[in-house]
């Protein structure tokens, strides 16, 4: 049985820091295209942050230099280190794993999601 299971969300006055954690279990991280995506009420899915088998990665543009992904294989963790974290970055932030292919740094596809942890950043 496949689980992720997210952990490190909360609220955080702007400008603050949070690192949220994605422990998996039933699949190998490293083996597959590994994703943070985010959602805001009324709003649809971004993705936030990519990283894929050979540790590549790729972020939105909102977060590019505040926010950085990075995997831990023996740990089998996926973890997204946000910096510097502004009011529109409220949302409820889910990591995902799927099938590597050429577009793991840029597709919105995945077959495996937790069911998410929330980010709040006030002013």
């Known amino acids: 049985q496949v689980r992720l299971v997210e952990s490190g969300g909360g609220s955080v006055q702007a400008g603050g820091s949070l690192r949220l954690s994605c422990a998996a279990s039933?699949?190998?991280?490293?083996?597959?295209?590994n994703r943070w995506f985010r959602q805001a009420p009324l709003e649809g899915r971004e993705l936030v942050a990519a990283?894929?088998?050979?540790?590549?990665?790729s972020y939105a543009e909102s977060v590019q230099g505040r926010f950085t992904i990075s995997r831990d294989n023996a740990k089998n963790t996926l973890s997204l280190q946000m910096n510097s974290l502004k009011i529109e970055d409220t949302a409820m932030y889910f990591c995902?794993?799927?099938?590597?292919?050429?577009?793991?740094?840029?597709?919105?596809?995945?077959?495996?999601r937790g069911r998410g942890t929330q980010v709040t950043v006030s002013s």
């Open positions: 039933g699949i190998t991280f490293r083996r597959l295209c």
């Open positions: 990283i894929d088998t050979d540790g590549g990665t």
């Open positions: 995902a794993a799927g099938d590597y292919d050429t577009s793991c740094l840029s597709g919105m596809d995945y077959k495996y």
